[in-house]
Nanobody, 135 residues
Framework: EVQLVESGGGSVQNGGSLRVSCITSGFTFTDFDMLWYRQAPGNVCELVSAISNDGTTFYADSLKGRFTISQDNAKNTVYLEMSSLKPEDTAVYYC?????????????????????????????WGQGTQVTVSS
């Protein structure tokens, strides 16, 4: 059974930092590109960051310099370090794993596929973790 379990979300003040983690199982971690999406109430689902199995990374333009994605292949875990957090970063953050290649994915989608397998993109999704940044 494929599982992606996020943790590390919480509440921080404007300018604070958080690290969210995603522990995975049930698939060959190194075969997949790992993704972090987020969705705030009333907003579309946004691709925040991605890392491919060769270490290539992607960041949404608005987040460059503030967020860092990394992965530990020995632990089948992907991380997202977030610093200089702003209230507009408040959202549910989702971990996902795709065989499609992150560069082939749309940067925005109507909703994040919480806990699902998106067959059209061969992407597994976690349940999400809430990040709240107060002003």
């Amino acid at each position: 059974e494929v599982q992606l379990v996020e943790s590390g979300g919480g509440s921080v003040q404007n300018g604070g930092s958080l690290r969210v983690s995603c522990i995975t199982s049930g698939f060959t971690f190194t075969d997949f590109d790992m993704l972090w999406y987020r969705q705030a109430p009333g907003n579309v689902c946004e691709l925040v960051s991605a890392i491919s199995n060769d270490g290539t990374t992607f960041y949404a333009d608005s987040l460059k310099g503030r967020f860092t994605i990394s992965q530990d292949n020995a632990k089948n875990t992907v991380y997202l370090e977030m610093s200089s957090l702003k209230p507009e970063d408040t959202a549910v953050y989702y971990c996902a794993a795709t065989l499609l290649g992150w560069h082939r994915l749309d940067l925005h989608r109507p909703t994040c596929a919480r806990g699902q397998f998106d067959e059209s993109e061969y992407t597994y999704w976690g349940q999400g973790t809430q990040v709240t940044v107060s002003s």
